[in-house]
Structures are given as structure tokens and as C-alpha cells.
């Protein structure tokens, strides 16, 4: 092992780290269920094993105990963004207040109260079933690390912290000014997972692992779903497919895959957490384009995630993708320049995971064959808290009544597709070196100007 201390040698501090998600190493995972053989019918089938349908499923059950429930997910439960993100369990609904307000002005108070809503409804849900998921409501404090961007911090208003009381928080020499905000929860996002079937199961939903459903036949009254092993006919389907292929073909163009990449440090020393300052249990992230966000774990190491994230030509998804160490050694490097108080620690995981990047930077919905199929997708890097939120809408989409949720123009309007290649990989390209663009300047291009004007965008 090098002597040099690590930020001059990320390719060394990253030699011991394994590429597996920190939440999925872990000796508490459940072993998969076994997949689904034969003939089978239910009044509703969720396919997706991630937080939108496992929500899918544990809503539909309190929500109507009698209702058949079936869960099918092709891989393993919380195996892709859902069992490898940062566990910041936001209240927001919208990307973000700035989207949701630009948006939806005329009801994004309504938004704002529905997400906060959510957000307490997740704390009661992980208290009444004693889900044990290391959730925290430990807020989130976002920090400028440029000059340009301690104006968006608002700093007129309650709430503001200047450089010095931002960096009593939290000691890194980059911060210029922070805002400690109390709409976001941390949480074991694998475990509350592996919790939510649990729970879900507990009521009576049915749960295959390894089950793709790989067809989706109209048959009369019902949806007959596929799988390499079954058929499966449901009154009704949930589609909670992230940012996989959809199995509605129009859908295609609604998300593009993006990979965001993680790090996660050795766990730290109490001399080395004292050497950051960093006691209070908040999330933290920086407020470029690009940021980065980080998060103590429950045994204290820091998660360290975000900034490069990365488009692979066609709609790629593969597991190569998930290697990039040119990647892995810039988030090393900007991670020691945030804290060269750590410069010693080392890394011991590594990982990726795909986001579903849409056009509008947050969830659409919507009903398909005949009402008969409800979809959600499109959450941005933002899904942890708000595929909650679009469980419930989707029942409400089912059920056929007018409800406070399905009455929203969020919940009505559709988003804007991508284009097909390859218009999309060139106009990522160029709103990627744009947005990097003005994190160093402060100063926003024509090309993302234009896109302000369309309603248009790429985020993470
Ligand atoms: C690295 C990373 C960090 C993130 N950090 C945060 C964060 O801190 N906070 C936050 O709010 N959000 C974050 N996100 C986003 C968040 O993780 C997602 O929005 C959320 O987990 C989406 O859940 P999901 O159930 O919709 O998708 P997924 O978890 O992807 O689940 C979809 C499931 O559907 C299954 N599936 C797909 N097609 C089929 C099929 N045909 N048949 C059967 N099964 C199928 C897949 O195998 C998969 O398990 C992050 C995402 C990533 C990748």
C-alpha cells in the first residue's frame, strides 16, 4: 500500500474497494423468493421489486385487504436503484422546489403539503410495522461550493448559513455557504426494501423473484402477463419497471437510463469524524449541475455519490457499464478535496446504479389498455420518497374515481419524450458540457437557455 497520503493516488485509495453496493453487502439480505411456475390469476400484479411496487403492493393491501396481490420481479428485490442509492428520503415530489414551482406554480403549495404528507406517512409506515431500515429525520444541508451559487441559498432568508456557520457544521474548506433543510430523512434504503415485502407478504401479497415478465397480451376483461415460466392473468397491472425497457412500447422514449456511481469510505475513526465536525445526522450535497452528494452511514463511514452522471449511447443498460474507473477516481479525488483532513482513509466500495432520467426531472403516470394498466416512471435520481407518492396515485388511477391526487395537473400532464438516436445522445452530450460549463462560470449558454424555454432538460 503507498505511503503517499490518497488524493494524489486515487487509483490506490480505491485498490481495496469492491464493486458491490455498501446496502446489498450485507448478511441480513433475504434469500430470493423462487420465481413463479404455471397457471395463476390475481386482481392486480405489480412488476417491479423496487420501492415503486413494493409500495404498489403494501398500499394496495391497506388500502383493500381482500384484494389479490401478486408481485413479480425479474431480478431480485431492491437489486438495482432501489437497494444501491444514497438513502436521502426526500419530501420533495418534484426534483426540488425550483422544478416543482416552475412547473406547476399554481399548485405546487398543494405539492409541497402532499409531499410532506408522504414523507410523515413513511415515518408512521416504518414505526407501525417496526421496520428496521436505520431511518433518520435528520435533514439535508446543501452547500455552495462556488461563489455564484450562494445566491440560490437565499441568503436574505431564515435558515441561511454563512461560511463559517456552515463550516462549524461541517468542516470542509470548499463550503461557502450552506441552508439546513428539514424535508429529508436518511435511511438503509435496501433494508427498508427487504422490509417493505417483508410487511407486504405479512398482508397476504404474493412475491417471485427472478421473474421477468417479458409480454403483456390484452384478454378481454384482463392483462395476460408472461414470464419464462408463467401466465399470469390480473385484473389489473402496476407497471414499476424504473428505467427498464417498459413494457408498453410507446413508454420507450419517456426516460433515458443514466448511471450514477458511488464510493463508500472504511468506516471512520472518532478522531477522524472529529477532525470534520460532522455530528448531526443530515445528508449533505452540493448545489451545482454536477454535485456530488454524501452521507454518514450507521457505522460511520461516509457514502460519497453523484456528479458524473453518464448516458451510454441507444439506452444502453449492462453490467460493464458499472465499471468505469475513470469515473470512481474523480469522485476519489473531488472526495479528499472536499476533506483532506481524511487523506489517509481509503475506499471499500464502489458501485453504480440506473437512474430514470425524464425530460420534467420527476415521476409521470398514467393509464394504458384500457385503464387496465397503470405506469409511473421518469423519478430522476429523486425516487426514494416520491415512489410512494406514485403508489397511491396509480391506485387512485385504477380505481376509475376523480380523487385529490388524480385531479393534479402533475398527475395529468405527460412529460415531454426524448428523441430517438441519435438526437439524444448528441443533445445529452451537449447539455452535459454545458452544465459543466456554468458550474465553473456561473453563466448559463444559449443551449440551456433554449431548453429553460422548452421545458426541457438533463439532471440526475
Ligand atoms: C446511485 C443512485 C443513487 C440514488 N440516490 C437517491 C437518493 O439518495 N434519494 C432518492 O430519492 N433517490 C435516489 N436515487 C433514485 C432512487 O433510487 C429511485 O428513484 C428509486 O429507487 C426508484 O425505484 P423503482 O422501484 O421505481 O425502481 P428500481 O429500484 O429500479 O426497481 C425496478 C425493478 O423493476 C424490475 N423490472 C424491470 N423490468 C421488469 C420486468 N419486465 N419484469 C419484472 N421485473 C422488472 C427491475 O429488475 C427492478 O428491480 C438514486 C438512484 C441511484 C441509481
Redesign the pocket.
Known sequence: MSTEPYPNEPAAALSEAEQVPLWLDDPGRPAPRPSFNGELSADLVV????????WTALRAKERDPDRDVLL???????????????????ASLTHGEANGRERWPEEYETLHRLGRRNLDEIAETVERYGIECDFTRGGALIVATHAHEIAGLKPDSPGFLDREAVRRLVDSPTYLAGRLEDDTALVN?ARL?WELARVAEGLGVRIAER????RMDDRGDAVELH?PQARVRARQVVL??????S?LGMRKYSVVPV????LATQPLTPAQLQSIGWEQPF?ISDCGNQFH?YRRTPDNRILW??YDAIYHYGRSIKPEHEHRPSTYHLLARHFYETFPQLSGIGFTHR??????TSTRFCAFYGLARKGRVAY??G?????????RF?ADVMLDLLSGESTDLTRLRMVRQKGIPFPPEPLTWTGIQLTRWSMAREDRTGRRNLWLRTLDRLGLGFDS
Open positions: 412488476v417491479g421489486g423496487g420501492f415503486t411496487g413494493l413479480l420481479e425479474g431480478d431480485r428485490l431492491a437489486e438495482h436503484a432501489s437497494g444501491r442509492n444514497g438513502g436521502f428520503c426526500s434504503p426494501a421473474t421477468p415478465v417479458v414470464t414499476a419497471t424504473n428505467a427498464f425497457t413494457l448511471y450514477d456511481y458511488v445528508g452528494y455519490g453523484g458501485w453504480a446504479g440506473v437512474i430514470d409511473t416512471a423519478f430522476t435520481g429523486l425516487g426514494v420518497g416520491a415512489s406514485a
